[in-house]
């Protein structure tokens, strides 16, 4: 059945887990549907993570269709969420006409990054009928490098404030990214939409991987990264044996070919 985020904020009320991973394409999306994940993230991460890009900001809006359009396309029971890219929700305007066409993708939900100088955007979102994910903590379309945020008391508070002001003005699910775990453990118990984490501790309502770290694709491995399989290893030989076995004209045998 299709989770709405009713299903979502649900979990967070009983006190189960909520689970999110990125993805990009049809074909992994299908697998973490099919595994019975909440909910898929089409991150602007699809920009350094699938096309080669160097930074999320260059990640365009006809990128983020192009990949949420795919990502619906396979998925059936899980909640998706998609990012407005980089500059995409600089106005109001921008921000509405940009959602719009995401959520004609098939997106349920709407992803922005910013502390709470993006409240009044994220209220003029909620007020046109979006569903809205905020983002704090460490912004990839921001900030230039991971870093731990709120460490001091006073980006903690500004951290802490910034979440409860989004929460206020309609944001319905908040992502805290990079935060101490005492911090995002406040943020969470403070607010009554669920929070998703990475990096941010295990207090957090879910948690949140970019898949090509979660698989064992990226070649980084981060601090707060489990590689839960060693996808490029297990690629690299399928490719190795497929090369070979056409070289040595063993593939294709028999049993692949038609008399
Ligand atoms: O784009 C992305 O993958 C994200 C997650 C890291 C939360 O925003």
Avoid at 69 to 97: I, K, Q, W
Avoid at 183 to 194: G, H, N
Avoid at 216 to 239: D, I, P, T, Y
């Amino acid at each position: 059945m299709k989770k709405t985020i009713n299903h979502i904020a649900q979990k967070k009320k009983t006190g189960y887990p909520i689970t999110m991973v990125t993805a990009y394409d049809f074909p992994t999306a299908q697998v973490l549907d099919e595994a019975g994940v909440d909910s898929v993230l089409v991150g602007d991460s699809v920009g350094t993570n699938c096309l080669g890009y160097k930074s999320e900001r260059e990640v365009t809006m006809d990128d983020m269709a192009h990949h949420t359009s795919a990502v619906c396309r396979a998925v059936r029971n899980a909640f998706v969420v998609a990012d407005l890219p980089y500059r995409g929700a600089d106005s109001a305007e921008d921000a509405l006409t940009n959602a719009k066409r995401l959520t004609e993708c098939g997106a349920d939900c709407v992803k922005l990054e910013g502390w709470g100088e993006k409240a009044d955007i994220v209220r003029r979102l909620a007020e046109n009928g979006f569903t809205v994910c905020a983002h704090i903590g460490y912004n990839p379309q921001q900030h230039n490098r991971p870093q731990l945020f709120g460490k001091d008391a006073g980006q903690a508070a500004e951290l802490f404030d910034g979440a409860k002001t989004l929460c206020d003005a309609g944001a319905t699910l908040i992502v805290l990214e990079m935060l101490p775990n005492n911090l995002s453990r406040k943020i969470s118990a403070a607010l009554p939409i669920p929070t998703i984490g990475i990096g941010s501790g295990n207090a957090c309502d879910g948690q949140v991987l970019v898949v090509n770290d979660l698989l064992g694709m990226s070649r980084r491995l981060f601090k707060h990264v489990r590689r839960f399989a060693n996808q490029r290893e297990k690629m690299f030989e399928a490719f190795k044996d497929y090369i070979d076995a056409v070289k040595s004209r063993e593939f294709p045998g028999e049993d692949h070919s038609w008399k």
